[in-house]
């Protein structure tokens, strides 16, 4: 069975400061899909980046980067140049490829709540 | 409008009424999920449809939990004899493909609090 590991359940960052959100997961399949989303608290759920598990190179999405280390099973994903409307809550989460059982399903971390600080 | 649309968008019952709680997807998506977030945790996997096809339920927590999705487009999900503990949001989401590079686009969800 799949599972995402979030530990850290709150962080601090100061504006304009870089941060790192970690994510960790475990799965036996060779092909996979790695997503981090944001929850501001309103409550819409914001997809931001995805990395392929056969990827390469690591994901980039403006300020959004994904720090993929396949051999650890770690998917962190970096914030740069923070900003105030940045905080939320952060979820990684992980989509079954096809050789696995339950193919094409999303599992989700417990998240992370990231306050940005002016 | 282009996204995932529920309704309604805040649902209050008293316990052991049924309650129904409906998905538009996007258009065209043929992938479609249920999820069930309490306050503060991560959203929890309920059951999935490939068109009109329920391909996995394993999420959904007892018998009193069932959804549909007919005709492959909007799914309800349904929830009989609802408990003090079904109270949550309810989101549902939807994806182009079942490929592991689709993204799921989630709804605004549904908030429950049964009394």
């Known amino acids: 069975a799949q599972k995402i590991t979030q530990t850290q359940p709150g962080m601090f960052v100061q504006e304009k400061e870089a941060v790192t959100l970690d994510c960790t997961y475990d799965t036996s399949d060779q092909s996979y899909g790695l997503f981090w989303y944001k929850q501001p608290s309103s409550g819409e759920m914001i997809f931001l980046i995805y990395q392929g598990s056969y990827d390469e190179q690591n994901a980039t999405e403006g300020r959004y980067s994904l720090n993929f280390q396949k051999a650890r099973k770690s998917a962190n994903l970096v914030i740069s140049a923070s900003q105030l409307g940045d905080s939320a809550m952060y979820f990684c989460a992980m989509r079954e490829g096809a050789g696995g059982t339950s193919y094409g399903k999303l599992t989700f971390g417990q998240g992370t709540i990231l306050t940005v600080h002016p | 409008g282009a996204g995932v649309s529920q309704s309604p968008r805040y649902k209050v019952a008293k316990r052991g009424q049924d309650v129904a709680l409906r998905c538009d997807p996007i258009s065209g998506h043929v992938s479609l999920f249920w999820y069930q977030q309490a306050l503060g945790q991560g959203p929890e996997f309920l059951t999935y449809f490939q068109n009109e096809a329920q391909l996995d339920k394993s999420g959904l927590p007892s018998d009193r939990f069932f959804a549909e999705r007919p005709e492959g487009s909007v799914s309800t999900l349904k929830i009989q004899r609802t408990q003090q503990e079904d109270s949550a949001v309810y989101l549902c989401?939807?994806?182009?493909?079942?490929?592991?590079?689709?993204?799921?686009?989630f709804g605004n969800g549904t908030r429950l609090t049964v009394t």
């Open positions: 989401a939807s994806s182009g493909t079942r490929a592991v590079s689709s993204p799921l686009h």
